[in-house]
């Protein structure tokens, strides 16, 4: 049975973790992840902060080859990087263990990636790899795939988060506060906001969207 995990990194123990030391503010979040023969390049996005060289805000690091600024909306920088192929991270595991990466959002604390696999024991396999690797991961959460039809209501916390993201000007563009002020007002991290309101809206696309017949590609 298909198996969804949670589970989080120290943010210096990720390559594109160097930005915190001079942007602890912002958030870091993996758009795509294109799997190839020799190497990984995926899309991020850099939100929170308006800087003139965001590029230049990324310290080296072993583990990456090349930063490069593809576009900007507002106070968000999307960007493209190239990894190195021998460095051993989370993404080289993923790819080597072909688990995939569903999301992953990185602040200043840590990371909290969400990854699926076909089967329970291919999460089993990919942790095994990461301590093989000395990869620090802590599981947070696992469970089988839920339907998206089934998802229909919203718990109590994530309708809490969405209204208070929503009154607070949380999607207003550009943003009027950060998760961490979400986050100092309902007493939990950025990352259990990030979840919150990442769940909340799935649900509401999910109850909402499924009746709509899907544009042809």
Known sequence: MATEATFTVPSEQFP??????QLPGVSV???????????VI??????????????????????????????????EYLLRVQWAVDYDDVLTTLTETKVALIEAIGTSKQWTFEIRGDT???????????????IPITLTELHALTPVETATELTDKQQEALVLAFEWGY??????????????E????????????????????GSTLTDVTPHSR
């Open 42 to 75: 995926p899309y991020f996005w850099v939100r929170g902060v308006a800087v003139d060289d965001i590029e230049g805000a990324f310290s080296e690091h072993p583990g990456v080859k090349q930063i490069e600024f593809v576009d900007s909306v507002d106070d």
């Open 16 to 21: 594109l973790g160097t930005i915190f030391e």
């Open 171 to 184: 999607f207003e563009s550009p943003r009027e506060v950060t998760m961490e002020d979400i986050g100092d």
């Open 186 to 205: 309902l007493a939990i991290s950025e990352q259990a906001v990030a979840s919150r309101l990442r769940r909340g809206i799935k649900q509401i696309l």
């Open 29 to 39: 979040e993996l758009e795509r992840i294109i799997p190839a023969r020799d190497v």
């Open 120 to 134: 329970r024991s291919d999460i089993a396999t990919f942790q095994s790899r990461c301590r093989e690797l000395d």
